[in-house]
């Protein structure tokens, strides 16, 4: 079992900056993907950005390119997100996800909890 909280979550301005944590407990976080999907109210779930174990070629949604950066801490078992250029259709409840595989990270086997980010216009 994997477990996974997120923290970082809030309130700001369009323009404004946050940045969301993933810690992860339980097994070795450095063998694993993991990834930040949102859910907006009434939208389905979508996998924002996503990274490998190994750090290389991380995905991001079209929609995020540019403004989010995602990052991992493997002696820290921590992930980033860095959110800049935030804009109001930004504003989500933020999960933090893990899977074995990069393939299979839009299917993945842990979730955390959820952070929400609120991006005020």
């Known amino acids: 079992q994997v477990q996974l909280v997120e923290s970082g979550g809030g309130l700001v301005q369009a323009g404004g900056s946050l940045r969301l944590s993933c810690v992860a407990s339980?097994?070795?976080?450095?063998?694993?993907?993991m990834g930040w999907f949102r859910q907006a109210p009434g939208k389905e779930r979508e996998l924002v950005a996503a990274?490998?174990?190994?750090?290389?070629?991380?995905y991001y949604a079209d929609s995020v390119k540019g403004r989010f950066t995602i990052s991992r801490d493997d002696p820290k078992n921590t992930m980033y997100l860095q959110m800049n250029s935030l804009k109001p259709e930004d504003t989500a409840v933020y999960y933090c996800?893990?899977?074995?595989?990069?393939?299979?990270?839009?299917?993945?086997?842990?979730w955390g909890q959820g952070t929400q980010v609120t991006v005020s216009s």
């Open positions: 996800a893990a899977d074995s595989r990069f393939t299979t990270i839009r299917s993945p086997a842990y």
């Open positions: 339980g097994r070795t976080f450095s063998v694993f993907t």
């Open positions: 990274i490998s174990w190994s750090g290389s070629n991380p």
